[in-house]
């Protein structure tokens, strides 16, 4: 049995590990304020249906890259709405010639929270921790995300790793963007995502 199992609740994702029942980082981000979201959500009568379908393309796009990275079969997952994301994927790969390490990677951190690691990998022969997108733009609280992961990568494995990046996959034009954070940008969005994480356990005490 895995030290580490997903539990999907109606609040957010969690992570059973040996020191608990963890936040994943990204329900904890959840505290993160987002004026523009909430706006487009009062002014967009199906916000609901919009993000689920949106999710679900996002899942079906990691599902597929995870496969052909692997060299595993294909069929059954390639459908018309993942093409351009998945191609643009395909070219990122074939432009930086990304080596794959590990995917979909299940870790947590001493520090309070659990994730799963889209990618970890080799670029130019430097160990890399990668988040895939398929949102509309690169944001700001990206990096407080993939710094959590790298963080909770290092606990787990004991390697160093040396760089971090998004990805993100354009679905209306198939083009990539890649964004890389420096080891600044590292410390202070952890820094960020720590005091995150501390907070959402001050006001979330119940622990299963």
Known sequence: ????ELIKRS????????????????TIMRLIPNPQVEAWKSRTPNWKE???????????????????????????????????????????QCTCGFELVDSERMIWSANGYGGTI????YLDGALYVIDVKTSKAVYPDYSLQIA???????????????????VRLDKPT???????YGEDDYQGA???????????????????
Request: glycine share 8%; with cysteine.
């Open 174 to 180: 198939g083009a990539f963007e890649w964004k890389e």
């Open 190 to 208: 952890l820094e960020k995502f720590l005091l995150l994480c501390e907070s959402w356990h001050a006001s979330n005490t119940r622990n299963e």
């Open 50 to 92: 919009i993000s689920t379908r949106a999710a679900q393309i996002g899942t079906k796009t990691h599902r597929i890259i995870e496969c052909y990275l692997k060299d595993e079969p294909l069929d059954g997952l390639y459908c018309k709405e993942i093409e351009k994301p998945f191609s643009a994927f395909q070219r990122w």
């Open 148 to 166: 959590a992961y790298r963080t909770g990568y290092e606990e787990r494995t004991g390697k160093k790793i040396e760089g971090m990046g998004i």
């Open 11 to 26: 609040e957010g994702h969690f992570y059973r590990t040996p020191i608990g029942i963890l936040p994943s980082v990204t």
């Open 1 to 4: 049995m895995s030290e580490i």
């Open 118 to 121: 889209d990618l970890v990998g």
